[in-house]
């Protein structure tokens, strides 16, 4: 072994004396809801593939026939020779959907996040940012790699940002991040109050729709459609459209800002074809899911009452995302193990991806899934607390 091995070694050593060490498991998606992990089929609650369109043949037809028109391989950064016409095309459709003048495609979500709060603080230096406590670890990612000084507030409570942006009133600017859905929580912004709130204090409000589109607002556009307070809304082609990718919906003037300032988008590679032949397959297919969307949300309200019934805490969910909030972290884990045992996927979420004292089960709701899968899920839930 290497010295650095050693090393590694070592503190791999202290994460499992404290039970935290994890590990990669594959496991593959299935329809109906389900998925094949360690070669047994589980009913899956814990993957983001809300409507099912990761199977969807039209996506995967759509990207096998960009891949073979247009090449594996998109050649080279966007801003050298690597931007297509379908990147473009891809941009357009975003930009309609979401309502916004311009868009703008990024490798990830993660990338979105992680590389766009550095470029704002480019064009202002010494802007405050403020974040909601629990948005996604790519946000808080970002702000420290911009080097600012992030002030969190406490979750989905406007005053505390009121007070926060008050002081920060002689800032250069002003920028706020929150989320629209949050992804351990599966509850809501006030949206039309952080826009109000942001316009008062002339702050920029940025907001991650990774969990809502697809989903919720008009025809799955997402929660800032319409909202026009909203500057930046943020989102993912990796969860409910089925593929892989980011995006930053906004002002054209922005668009142009951070094509000549975000390092994350110019020193990148751009998306491939396939990835932007899933992404128009997805689109197309989004206006016709309204069924779909409806039955995920019924689902959410059926495992929502049922986790009443057996008096588990479900915070303050109103998605398709509703956690079984255990408390303990031991016990998370073991009703997750417990479930696997019985056919289930539900993963444990323990702290530092959501505060000590709330580790939970994450619960994610798919629309292939059907009411029985919810009721066996609470009978398992029922058996193994
Ligand atoms: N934002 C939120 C709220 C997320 O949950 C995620 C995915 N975990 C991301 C951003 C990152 O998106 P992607 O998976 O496309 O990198």
Redesign the pocket.
């Known amino acids: 072994m290497s010295r650095w091995d050693e090393r590694l070694a070592a503190r791999l050593d202290e994460l499992d004396a404290k039970g935290q060490r994890r590990s990669l498991r594959a496991a593959a998606l299935m329809p109906h809801g389900r998925m094949v992990r360690d070669g047994r089929e589980a009913l899956d609650f814990s993957s983001?593939d809300y409507l099912g369109l990761a199977l969807h043949p039209m996506l995967g037809q759509r990207a096998a026939d960009y891949a073979t028109l247009y090449g594996a391989g998109s050649g080279a950064s966007r801003l050298v020779t690597g931007t297509h016409d379908a990147h473009l095309a891809v941009e357009a459709r975003i930009a309609a959907l979401k309502g916004t003048e311009a868009a703008l495609l990024l490798a990830?979500?993660?990338?979105?996040?992680a590389a766009l709060v550095p470029a704002l603080v480019k064009a202002v230096p010494g802007a405050a940012v403020f974040t909601d406590r629990l948005?996604?670890?790519?946000?808080h990612h970002g702000c420290a790699a911009a080097g600012v000084r992030q002030k969190r507030f406490r979750h989905n409570d406007l005053a505390h940002l009121g007070e926060l942006l008050a002081a920060e009133a002689d800032a250069p600017a002003r920028i706020v991040l929150t989320?629209s859905v949050?992804?351990m929580d599966g509850d809501r912004a006030d949206l039309a109050g952080l826009a109000a709130l942001a316009r008062e204090h002339d702050a920029l409000l940025v907001v991650?729709e990774?969990?809502a589109t697809g989903v919720l607002g008009p025809g799955g556009a997402g929660l800032t459609h319409g909202i026009a307070d909203v500057d930046i809304a943020?989102g993912?082609?990796?969860?409910a459209l089925g593929g892989?990718?980011?995006y930053l919906a906004c002002s054209q003037v922005m668009k142009d800002w951070l094509v000549n300032a975000c390092g994350g988008f110019i020193f990148t590679t751009a998306p491939p074809p396939a990835v932007l032949g899933a992404i128009d397959a997805a689109l197309d297919l989004l206006p016709t899911l309204d069924d779909a969307r409806a039955h995920l949300l019924s689902l959410g309200a059926q495992l929502r009452a049922g986790l009443a019934g057996l008096r588990i805490d479900y915070g303050a969910s109103t998605t398709q995302i509703v956690p079984a909030i255990i408390g303990d972290e031991e016990d998370a884990l073991r009703m997750s193990a417990q479930l696997e045992a019985r056919g289930m996927i539900a993963a444990a979420i323990r702290p530092p991806t959501v505060p000590a004292g709330s580790s939970r089960l994450r619960i994610a709701l798919r629309a292939g899934h059907s009411a029985e899968d919810v009721d066996a899920l609470l009978c398992a839930l029922e058996a193994c607390r």
């Open positions: 983001n990830s979500g993660w990338q979105a996040n948005v996604h670890a790519s946000i989320e949050f992804s991650d990774a969990h943020m993912t082609f990796s969860k892989f990718g980011g």
